[in-house]
């Protein structure tokens, strides 16, 4: 039988103290809050706090003019004694844990060369059975969770020395218990494999996913509230699911530098390699290369490549390349996300590629679609075949360009061909759209037509512009009386007042018409090529109008 030495006290007995030893002074602070203390220790100190801001009162004012003494005497003063300290690498760790936990000890079982630790966890004020508290054994990674009585086994692989029993529960103390085979006289605490990562907290929005609430269990999402942002890492793990893997229930604490999952897996994150048949979900980051056949979800960064065959999802920042069969959602994204419908990200350095479109919430470089891209500042280029949205945009390519700051304008004119148009150009810093309709004023089998382009503003004064504009014009109509034009205009415009522009300007089109009977060609003739079947034709003509503008 397994012989229960005794309570050690908090799992920060397993780092060094020396952090919360160190002495410091706080003077001329008549009237401080618990955040601005905390940061001035750590200003003059060579180690951060990191704590829940939801939980700790960090806004509250505290007294502590004069105080002299350790950081840890500091943290009592300010905050008593219902949260604990754990000091790890660089960081004092501030948990929010009024309550005690005890362990009673059950019945343990030997089989073989292994131990089952069985017993009961409870609260040590109440006597209340504590369920759904993780139980773990650190140099093992080994792992149990109580079930609603309390209760837990916990299976040790040939233990041949004392083990450390560590119990965790949210808002209570992390308690860790010696174990003793019968046959060891002498305990010596071992090197925990944990580590603390501070970098922030994704796993809860992950676990609200839609993907997160189907594919992680509730035992699961207990062991990460339990244990935390304290995190070891393994060679490899295999999963077959995310509730059968090679590291258990562990799964979910341990980073893995090759992770393989057969049909899906919940890992704390990768440091090298990760593959699934149908998904990966991470708690954490995924670094190097990360693919899946249907998705990936990253509860923190991806740095590397990412490829799923439907989708690939990221709460924090990503690098490097994106791609998915249907869409990619990210924070900030460095580098190039390529999906068959859609990008989303919260900002976008490098370039965006969607079949559909590209949506960037903040700063943007570049987004190539076939029907929208949304951006915020567009340092870049936005080309698509319809729709383009942006506060900035220099160079905004499609038939329309809602640009904040852009120039919007609205043009009634006529041309050689003796049409009335009305023009919409829509863009921003040095490109524009153009969309338009136009109605033959003569008598012709179709007399309207629509009018769709691209312009460049090649001179922008005050009182002068010159814009460069490649337009294509097609009737309306059965295909055997369609008449197309192509054009490429040369337009000077006069600003007589800032909303007004009078436009007046040389053309060369290309003129092809399938009703061989409307066989006039206007302007000045460059080349003719028509016959009975259809009247096709290079010529010179003229366009002129008003322009209304909105900046």
Request: proline share 3%.
């Amino acid at each position: 039988m397994i012989l229960l030495l005794g309570l050690l006290g908090s799992i920060n007995l397993l780092f060094a103290q020396s952090n919360l030893d160190r002495k410091i002074s706080l003077k001329d602070e008549k009237e401080i809050t618990i955040g601005q203390a905390l940061k001035k220790v750590s200003d003059d100190q060579d180690f951060f706090f990191s704590y829940n801001s939801n939980i700790l009162p960090e806004d509250s004012l505290v007294q502590v003019n004069g105080f002299s003494g350790d950081v840890r005497g500091l943290l009592n003063v300010m905050l008593g004694d219902r949260y604990e300290f754990i000091e790890t690498s660089g960081y004092i760790v501030i948990r929010y844990a009024p309550n005690r936990l005890y362990l009673e000890e059950g019945d343990d079982e030997q089989i073989g060369k292994n131990w089952i630790v069985k017993g009961r966890i409870k609260d040590l004020k109440s006597d209340e059975l504590i369920a759904y508290a993780s139980v773990y054994e650190q140099t093992m990674l080994t792992s149990s969770i109580t079930d609603k009585n309390g209760y837990f086994e916990l299976k040790l692989k040939d233990p041949n020395a004392s083990v450390m029993i560590t119990v965790s529960k949210e808002d209570y103390r992390d308690t860790t218990f010696m174990l003793l085979p019968p046959f060891d006289i002498q305990a010596s605490p071992k090197k925990g494999k944990f580590r603390y990562y501070p970098n922030g907290s994704g796993d809860e929005n992950l676990q609200d996913t839609f993907l997160g609430r189907m594919m992680i269990g509730f035992r699961q999402r207990m062991q990460g509230m339990n244990i935390g942002n304290f995190f070891a890492e393994m060679p490899v793990q295999v999963s077959l699911v995310p509730r059968l893997s090679t590291h258990g229930m562990m799964n979910s604490q341990i980073i893995n530098h090759a992770s393989f999952n057969i049909i899906g897996g919940y890992t704390a994150g990768t440091n090298g390699i990760e593959l699934g048949g149908i998904f990966n979900i991470n708690r954490k980051d995924a670094n190097y290369l990360q693919a899946a056949g249907i998705f990936n979800l990253v509860g923190g960064n991806i740095s590397g490549v990412q490829l799923a065959g439907i989708s690939n999802r990221v709460l924090g920042s990503g690098a490097g390349l994106q791609a998915a069969g249907l869409f990619n959602v990210s924070g900030p994204f460095e580098g190039l996300q390529l999906a068959g419908i859609y990008n989303k990200a919260k900002s976008s350095h490098g370039l965006q590629i969607g079949g559909l479109g590209n949506i960037s919430k903040g700063h943007t470089d570049n987004q190539l679609s076939g029907l929208f891209n949304i951006g915020k500042n567009v340092s870049g280029f936005q080309l698509t075949s319809l729709l383009n949205v942006a506060d900035s945009s220099a160079y905004p390519i499609g038939l329309i360009n809602i640009i904040k700051n852009g120039e919007k304008s609205f043009t009634v004119g006529f041309d050689e061909l003796k049409n009335m148009m009305f023009t919409v150009r829509t863009g921003g810093t040095y490109s524009y759209g153009i969309l338009g309709l136009a109605y033959a004023t003569e008598d012709r089998m179709y007399n309207w037509a629509i009018d769709a382009g691209l312009g460049l503003h090649t001179v922008n004064t005050r009182w002068f512009d010159l814009d460069t504009e490649f337009l294509s014009r097609t009737s309306f109509g059965p295909p055997e009386t369609t008449t197309n034009l192509g054009s490429i205009k040369l337009l000077p415009a006069f600003s007589p007042h800032k909303n007004i522009k009078i436009i007046c300007g040389p053309s060369l089109n290309f003129l092809l018409r399938q009703n061989p009977a409307e066989n006039d060609i206007p302007g000045w003739v460059i080349e003719d090529n028509s016959n009975s079947q259809r009247v096709q034709a290079w010529y010179m003509g003229l366009t002129f109008g008003l322009q209304f503008v909105i900046i």
